[in-house]
């Protein structure tokens, strides 16, 4: 959608969306959203799953409304750390589309100037902190409010703070649904219940797609320029079964890896009180050389639902911190096809990872001011939602899918939108990142 926004004003535009419109009113009443049930194999000893909504607005409906900036050696991690793959543009490039996307996601916060480097400031002050958040800020000033899309100001109503984002009930998180105002056109048409399955490609020229209807039928449709936004796993299983050829294609799906913390603290130690269901984010463990052997880790302080902690008289002396850690995409996780269909394998992710985390874990106690009672991790998460890498954007068609414009090397015509251009896997939350270079793709048009 932010790529919809930026192209030039005369371009007749096409929008095909697989599900349907569902109102935000009917997501409350229901309590559904459509989720693909996306085919995994697995050997990698973990649960694996991958969450992906055909619905209008993807994954916006039901997002966390996260929204860090990616840190700038996060674009750099072959040159400054000797491992992983360099993006083919810089923080630099990509800061000024930050700053826009911010805007018009009514993004809330501040304090991270002097890690995150800005142009302007946040358009919405951050959220009150929750007492931990306090106490954390005081002990280092690389704790700073979390940035969100949970309204503090602007045009929808205040963030209730009650922990239930995915659904949100007063509707205060930026989505397709309550920011349509910046995407709608004239020359935009929508037609919804179609599923985009191929694109006609003939001598390096894309004509048009192929499309499926909800009763089965097949039907070509013509256009000068094509621009897929399915997510990494459905973006890839199209340009295969196109008959693109990449090496690289389908190939590095990747994602973080967490493990969250709970921290019983001393007497008068306590957390609650937050403007919002997460408060804080801690960049201690983040940047640095550690990440010429294990990842960085974005630690995450949560503030509702509040975890409580079942002593009398000490119900809010219990600390909740996310520790997410990046990853080093693996070109054996990879998008495959099955009957057609779009599946994946997944071995699991890298020794970078697992090492980043055990390294975090130990380290946590030095990098919060609370004292530690009784600490208890958790296993691995699952999954954190993000499904990224797949059509990894670089200079290089040899090892990469796209340039830095998310256009296909080898189909001029063609762009793959989205957090399958993500040639890494920074621990911080990709939504941001993945709307501001979509903007600026836009603008290459």
Not at 10 to 25: S, T
Not at 50 to 76: E, L, Q
Not at 83 to 109: F, K, R, T
């Amino acid at each position: 959608m932010f790529f919809l926004r930026e192209l030039p004003e005369n371009l007749r535009v096409l929008v095909l969306e697989k599900g349907q419109v569902q109102p935000h009113a009917d997501q409350l009443k229901r309590n559904i959203q459509v989720e693909e049930d996306i085919p995994v194999e697995n050997t990698s000893g973990y649960l694996k799953h991958w969450k992906a909504h055909t619905v209008f607005g993807g994954n916006s409906n039901c997002w966390w409304a996260a929204s860090p900036r990616f840190h700038p050696n996060d674009f750099a991690l072959q040159s400054r750390y000797g491992v992983g793959m360099d993006w083919p543009l810089s923080y630099a490039e990509l800061e000024p589309h930050y700053g826009e996307v911010e805007a018009v996601m009514e993004v809330a916060g501040g304090g991270t100037d002097h890690i995150l480097p800005r142009s302007g400031p946040f358009p919405f002050e951050p959220h009150i902190l929750s007492r931990s958040d306090v106490a954390l800020q005081r002990h280092s000033r690389n704790w700073v409010p979390h940035p969100t899309a949970r309204a503090n100001g602007g045009t929808r109503p205040q963030c209730c703070a009650n922990g239930i984002c995915n659904l949100c009930p007063v509707d205060a998180k930026f989505s397709i649904l309550n920011g349509l105002s910046h995407f709608e056109r004239d020359s935009v048409t929508l037609v919804v219940g179609v599923e985009v399955r191929s694109i006609d490609i003939t001598n390096g020229v894309a004509s048009g797609v192929v499309v499926r209807s909800a009763n089965g039928a097949e039907h070509t449709i013509s256009a000068d320029m094509v621009a897929l936004g399915t997510n990494a796993i459905f973006n890839a299983a199209i340009l295969m079964r196109s008959g693109v050829k990449n090496a690289a294609l389908g190939r590095y799906l990747h994602e973080q890896v967490a493990v969250v913390a709970m921290i019983d603290t001393g007497p008068g130690e306590g957390n609650f009180f937050g403007g919002t269901s997460i408060t804080g984010h801690g960049y201690d463990l983040y940047d640095g050389d550690h990440r010429k052997t294990h990842g960085a880790v974005l630690m995450e302080n949560h503030n509702a639902p509040a975890p409580i902690r079942p002593v009398k008289g000490r119900w809010a002396e219990r600390v909740k911190i996310k520790l997410i850690a990046e990853d080093l995409p693996q070109a054996d996780n990879r998008v495959v096809l099955k009957d057609g269909d779009a599946a994946t394998v997944w071995q699991g992710h890298s020794k970078y990872a697992f090492d980043a985390l055990d390294w975090a874990v130990e380290r946590l106690p030095d990098v919060v001011p609370f004292q530690i009672e009784a600490m208890n991790v958790s296993a691995r998460l699952i999954s954190e939602d993000h499904i990224q890498g797949t059509h990894r954007m670089g200079d290089d068609p040899e090892t990469s899918v796209t340039d830095a414009d998310m256009r296909l090397h080898s189909v001029r015509n063609v762009f793959a939108l989205g957090a399958g251009a993500f040639p890494s896997g920074p621990p911080a939350n990709p939504t941001l990142t993945l709307s501001a270079l979509s903007m600026r793709a836009g603008r290459s048009v």
